[in-house]
């Protein structure tokens, strides 16, 4: 793990056109490493990205429809889907998306 000399941010280790450096996100300061400490030192993204519903499903509509009022328009009908967005010893969060009006909201169960 390298600091910034300069703001004292932790750099990240990305590929440069010649070969791997760490960068500072705050200031864009580099330090250039060697390609076999590079080696050593790259490993993988361990966050996880959670993605509620994407664009491409969100055309498709194959959720399942559900009747819950819309708090935007009181539309009665919506697109229902649940997520993990929590630990897994607490439930799973319910999405809605209204079919008139695009809103989603949510129902924490």
């Given at each position: 793990?390298e600091?910034?000399p300069?703001c004292?941010?932790?750099?990240v280790?990305q590929?440069?056109?010649?070969?791997?450096?760490?960068?500072?996100?705050?200031?864009?300061c580099q330090?250039v490493?060697?390609?076999?400490?590079a080696?050593?030192?790259?490993?993988?993204?361990?966050?996880e990205?959670i993605?509620?519903i994407g664009?491409e499903?969100?055309q498709?509509?194959?959720?399942?429809?559900?009747?819950?009022?819309?708090?935007?328009?009181e539309?009665?009908?919506?697109?229902t889907?649940?997520?993990?967005?929590?630990s897994?010893?607490?439930?799973a969060t319910?999405?809605f998306?209204?079919?008139?009006?695009?809103?989603?909201?949510?129902?924490?169960?």
């Amino acid at each position: 793990m390298e600091f910034c000399p300069s703001c004292e941010k932790r750099m990240v280790l990305q590929r440069t056109k010649d070969g791997s450096a760490f960068v500072c996100p705050v200031c864009n300061c580099q330090k250039v490493v060697q390609s076999s400490a590079a080696k050593k030192l790259a490993h993988k993204n361990t966050k996880e990205t959670i993605v509620v519903i994407g664009k491409e499903d969100q055309q498709l509509k194959t959720n399942p429809t559900t009747k819950i009022k819309c708090p935007k328009c009181e539309h009665n009908l919506a697109y229902t889907w649940q997520v993990q967005t929590r630990s897994g010893d607490e439930g799973a969060t319910q999405f809605f998306r209204c079919i008139k009006c695009n809103h989603t909201f949510r129902l924490y169960t």
